[in-house]
């Protein structure tokens, strides 16, 4: 597609339910970035692919944070038993290798509200 | 640990008005800053660029400076126009994968 695109936009789920939160990037894009935006707060880095290689996954929050990139494309981001804290705006951003820094391209992010 | 504050929180101003965004960050081993936009429901948008070695970086009405050693950048935007509104990131590149983004400015330009 024409830009990254994520899915669901809004997600209102329950404490302790599993969530998963869907990004495709853009085609061709060898780079994939999650960051949370907290309230008030700046955009929070949780983990990068890259290719093949093993992901830098040194900002996930806890254990209850997981994702996976399937054959280079498409990932998941699976929050566990989510909390109340948990509730945030899930932005996914790519780019390719290499590209100038300002060829990220941010997704329209998912919200997700934990009640 | 790299900390990015961005100065004003909030800013309203009538139209026409030029402005300026503050960012300041505590570490000044970094790659590279940005500048992005985001509008309300939507994504990112990259706005400037400056790498680690230049000082500023103009775009339009847009123009960023950076001073490395003392940790600022600023945004300047000239004659601003309500299609100006949104919130203004800040962005610092580390030298590794990731960006440390300040927590934004939320810009109102009133016509």
């Known amino acids: 597609g024409a830009g990254v695109s994520q899915s669901p936009s809004n997600k209102v789920t329950e404490k302790g339910k599993d969530v998963e939160l869907r990004c495709d990037p853009i085609s061709g894009h060898t780079a994939l970035y999650w960051y949370r935006q907290s309230l008030g707060q700046g955009l929070e880095f949780l983990i990068y692919f890259q290719g093949n290689s093993a992901p830098d996954k040194s900002g996930l929050p806890s254990d209850r944070f997981s994702a996976e990139r399937t054959g280079g494309s498409v990932s998941t981001l699976t929050i566990q038993r989510t909390q109340q804290e948990d509730s945030a705006v899930y932005l996914c951003?790519?780019?390719?290798?290499?590209?100038?820094?300002?060829?990220?391209?941010f997704g329209s992010g998912t919200r997700l509200t934990v009640v | 640990k790299q900390e990015v504050t961005q100065i004003p929180a909030a800013l309203s101003v009538p139209e026409g008005e030029n402005l300026v965004l503050n960012c300041s960050f505590t570490?000044?081993?970094?790659?590279?800053l940005q500048w992005f936009r985001q509008d309300p429901g939507k994504g990112l948008t990259s706005l400037l660029l400056i790498q680690s070695s230049q000082r500023e970086q103009t775009s339009g009405r847009l123009n960023a400076s950076l001073d490395k050693s003392s940790g600022r950048s600023t945004l300047y935007i000239a004659a601003s126009q309500p299609g100006d509104s949104a919130t203004y990131l800040c962005a610092v590149k580390e030298y590794g994968n990731k960006l440390v983004f300040g927590a934004g400015t939320i810009l109102r330009v009133k016509s």
């Open positions: 951003a790519s780019r390719m290798k290499g590209q100038d820094p300002w060829g990220y391209t």
């Open positions: 570490d000044s081993a970094i790659y590279n």
